[in-house]
């Protein structure tokens, strides 16, 4: 198709783009931007507390000091003081960026396009090794597709080297309904960057098919199955702004366990992040459902390899090159979770290697394009990861020490106790504030008590683990490490002797190491009571223990740690049982299309628990109020 005639469609294409406005719709936007249009009022509020209580605490320390304190007593603070304060950093990135979205906040409009005028589309599914039926589940969605038959087609792209799967594509082919769907593999074991070597090969081999290149190409890893509007709701966001050059929707799963354990769902990142980013037009790919103009794509040379998170380090490029991307808060594909802890922690690990990684991408030809301000933007996220896990990690070996010193945390006099007790009541009540405003944002789909990692807390030292053992790898000179993919979700352990599952768990999934953060910590809580009753004055009592394990901060990160560290050893004992993915699908008997049930889809269902938000929040309250009073 020529340029000339390429265009025309596109200007027909874009005449044809509707704006939903549906009564249900406004509502639910309306409600939600009324919570995101606050949350950055109680992030500044939560900036400002936060400087006044270190303030004031630095203060008190420097007093302490100048009063004799020394030694021991002297470190224990300092260190305490510098534990909180290295604990307060990842939270306040993310209460910066709600701040940046102040007055910006905005659901991107949701967009029909309509009519057989449409851009043609390269649909590209990546493949790796995974269960071969859940392959053919997408495939299958994804070649119905409400869009012109002529103008879309469907790319299996297949990196397992499996003639296994060649031969199922080929017989789904021979079926008139999926004559559109295309097969093709590297011919190579690929070792690294996976995804973003396949889908560059993809778009080498579209070259040869008939008509060439398509004007948009669309990605779906190959779990995520696409409703049926996918493309007629992706597409038009490109049409009606000539400056995007590429549309994100999230991700969300069919197959999540009621209560969620683990924290897979990261709705934190499409319901809280992801808006606030749209807001200051720095949204990021969100790696699978996206749609991307094909000439953008060839502006910055294809999908970058240097990380393992090709999604991002493409935005950043995109960016850089003068583009735009946009976030598109609708959903609009279904895919699946891990059902086994161990499988969840492989890609924990491989997702902490890709987001450091990206920094590599900075040294990319197509990164001389980037202003100061776009390259400190993408280093930022990986700076803030970074400090959050290596922070995390440092608190988990630190804290139990400091309890066990028994030597006070907190060191003032009276008179400074009630004025920090009230700063640090004020800073918990603005943090609590931003984290339901956000969670209300998310319709509650993750705790009240913290959203500071997208990832649970006690996956940290494996996060950890990963980045020595990639800093390592980058400094001796092997490169990025290499990751294997997730692969299949069934569970093989559950159904062993609970004694058989204990030992895999505490010593081949390493969960030893949350029974030693755990046991640490009680010892050092029980050496906080043991000084605190080394006395019958009751107001004594409670000074002693207020001051070491029961300040309101130190308690947090304490009860934040073993609550967290309790869900690896929980799912041991008691795993979330997982229901036969036949039974989350409507499956049509004669054509094989399956579609997530609207039960599986319900994401009402995998509330966590907010009992232990409740409890945290109520003690800090009643404990700063107490100590008012005795004080």
């Known amino acids: 198709m020529g340029e000339d005639s390429r265009s025309s469609v596109w200007e027909k294409a874009a005449a044809n783009v509707q704006v939903l406005d549906g009564t249900c719709e406004k509502k639910r936007e309306y409600e939600q931007m009324q919570y995101m249009n606050r949350a950055p009022r109680a992030a500044l509020a939560s900036i400002l ?121 080929g017989k789904l082919r021979a079926q008139s309904e999926f004559k559109r769907i295309y097969y093709s593999m590297r011919g190579i074991k690929p070792k ?3 995804k973003a070597g396949n889908l560059n090969h993809g778009l080498k081999y579209v070259l040869g098919l008939p008509g060439g290149a398509s004007d948009v190409v669309a990605v779906l890893d190959v779990d995520m199955i696409p409703s049926q509007h996918w493309l007629r709701a992706s597409v038009p966001h490109l049409l009606v702004n000539s400056k995007v050059a590429l549309a994100s929707p999230p991700q969300r799963h ?9 924290g897979q769902t990261m709705d934190i990142l499409f319901d809280v992040v992801e808006p606030f980013k749209n807001a200051t037009n720095s949204a990021w790919c969100c790696g699978s459902g996206f749609v991307v103009r094909r000439n953008a794509l060839d502006v910055i040379g294809g999908v970058p390899e240097e990380s393992l998170n090709e999604d991002i380090l493409t935005s950043f490029f995109l960016t850089a090159a003068g583009w735009q991307i946009v976030y598109v808060h609708e959903d609009v594909q279904w895919g699946l979770v891990s059902n086994t802890i161990k499988s969840h922690l492989k890609r924990e690990k491989r997702s902490c290697a890709g987001i450091v990684s990206t ?19 993408a280093l930022s996220p990986v700076v803030a990861y970074s400090l959050s896990v290596t922070i995390d990690a440092a608190a988990m070996v630190i804290l139990p020490l400091l309890l066990l010193s028994g030597a006070p945390l907190v060191v003032c006099s009276d008179s400074q106790l009630r004025i920090l007790s009230i700063l640090s ?40 683990l990963t980045l020595v053992r990639f800093a390592i790898s ?3 000179g092997g490169g990025v490490p290499l990751f294997t993919p997730t692969g299949s979700n069934v569970d093989v352990h559950s159904a062993r002797p609970i004694a058989e599952r204990v030992k895999i768990a505490l010593w081949d999934d390493g969960f030893i190491i949350h029974v030693i953060i755990i046991g640490s910590l009680l010892v050092g809580i029980r050496a ?3 000084v605190a009753f080394d006395t019958v004055n009751l107001q004594e009592v409670w000074l002693r223990l207020f001051t070491r394990a029961g300040w309101p901060e130190i308690f947090l990160i304490w009860s934040t740690f073993i609550t967290e560290c309790c869900i690896p050893l ?6 979330p049982k997982p229901v036969a993915r036949s039974r989350l699908l409507e499956r049509d008997p004669v054509s094989r299309l399956a579609y997530p049930t609207r039960e599986a889809k319900d994401q009402r269902r995998i509330r966590p628990s907010q009992t232990a938000a409740v409890v945290k929040i109520c003690y800090c309250i009643g404990a700063c109020a107490s100590t008012l009073y005795i004080v």
């Open 359 to 377: 920094a590599a991408g900075l040294w990319n030809p197509q990164a001389r394009n980037m202003t100061t301000e776009e390259k400190f933007g």
């Open 49 to 169: 507390s936060s400087w006044l209580y270190f303030g004031y605490s630095f203060k008190c320390l420097l007093d302490a000091q100048a009063g004799g304190l020394s030694g021991k007593a002297l470190g224990v603070a300092w260190l305490s003081y510098a534990l909180q304060l290295g604990r307060a950093v990842p939270p306040g990135t993310g209460h910066l960026l709600a701040l940046s979205a102040m007055g910006k906040a905005k659901r991107q409009k949701l967009l029909r396009l309509t009519g057989d005028v449409c851009p043609s589309v390269d649909v590209f599914v990546t493949y790796c090794g995974e269960d071969v039926d859940v392959l053919l589940d997408t495939v299958r969605a994804a070649a119905v597709l409400d869009y012109p038959q002529d103008r879309y087609r469907v790319i299996v792209l297949d990196d397992s080297v499996s003639i296994n799967v060649e031969t199922a594509v």
């Open 192 to 194: 690294t960057h996976t």
């Open 474 to 476: 980058i400094l001796t």
């Open 570 to 575: 929980s799912y041991t004992f008691n795993p």
């Open 254 to 262: 069919y197959n999540i366990p009621n209560g969620e354990p683990l």
């Open 425 to 464: 009541l004020v800073r918990f009540s603005a943090a609590f504030s931003y984290n339901f405003l956000a969670t209300k944002a998310a319709n509650y789909h993750f705790s009240l008590s913290g959203i500071s990692s997208i990832s649970g807390i006690w996956a940290i030292p494996y996060q950890f």
């Open 528 to 530: 906080s009571f043991a």
